[in-house]
């Protein structure tokens, strides 16, 4: 009997959500509906009110860590992550959806790139898709240690930029602990996606290493030649 008045109430949260939108819920409502999805055996109320209490708004409990949302009683480490990529989603929704639709140089790559990765995890990479008109057209995320154990990742990478059907990609590299400075093993991977994906010919517009909230371009450095690196 309970779960089902549980269950209703749920019901209830939900209609006006998809009715009235977000504003027709409070916060700790909106978390609750949250919750009931990692949870839905378990009277999510209590605990949302516990998370509120803890941290004080809806933005505060997204951007907590895992460590620190398991610290709420009856919060674990699989709830916990599933709070974190609710977060990690909605950053990827915005970062999508602000002025970024062309990245005509290496500033504003830069730009795009350190708003991306903010303190993203070390060896991040992300390769933005590029037509003709530097207009972003599709974006393919990867970890650069993938690409040490074996061909499948290179494939994946291949046949993304193909269906996207772009003619230049920009390249950036998270190192959220040290300066922004290419090292050997950037190099390297430059030079592995260069070997590996050469039969694609789409030009290589820059690379952005990113680290400490600050960035660096290899083409305004002139770290490597592009009139000689395609991918």
């Not at 057209?137 to 993304?160: D, P, Y």
């Not at 922004?180 to 039969?199: N, T």
């Not at 952005?208 to 009139?227: D, L, P, V, W, Y």
């Amino acid at each position: 009997m309970t779960y089902k008045l549980h269950t209703g109430h749920r019901e209830r949260l939900r209609q006006r959500l998809l009715t009235y939108g977000a504003d027709a819920l409070c916060e700790h409502e909106l978390m609750e509906l949250l919750l009931f999805y990692a949870l839905p055996r378990i009277n999510t109320n209590e605990l949302a009110h516990d998370l509120i209490n803890r941290f004080g708004t809806l933005n505060n409990i997204l951007n907590a860590s895992v460590r620190e949302l398991t610290e709420v009683r009856g919060i674990g480490v699989p709830t916990a992550e599933f709070i974190r990529l609710i977060a990690v989603m909605c950053s990827e929704y915005e970062t999508s959806v602000r002025e970024y639709d062309r990245l005509p140089n290496s500033e504003s790559m830069c730009s795009f790139f350190r708003s991306y990765f903010g303190d993203g995890a070390e060896g991040l990479c992300l390769i933005v898709c590029l037509n003709a008109d530097l207009g972003i057209t599709g974006k393919v995320s990867f970890n650069s240690h993938c690409l040490k154990q074996g061909r499948s990742e290179l494939r994946r990478i291949a046949s993304l930029l193909l269906r996207y059907g772009c003619t230049r990609i920009a390249l950036g590299i998270s190192h959220p602990d040290r300066e922004p400075v290419p090292d050997d093993k950037d190099f390297a991977l430059l030079r592995r996606l260069s070997e590996k994906l050469g039969a694609i010919e789409v030009n290589l517009e820059d690379c952005i290493i990113c680290g400490k909230n600050n960035t660096f371009s290899m083409k305004q450095s002139g770290a490597f030649s592009f009139r000689t690196v395609m991918i």
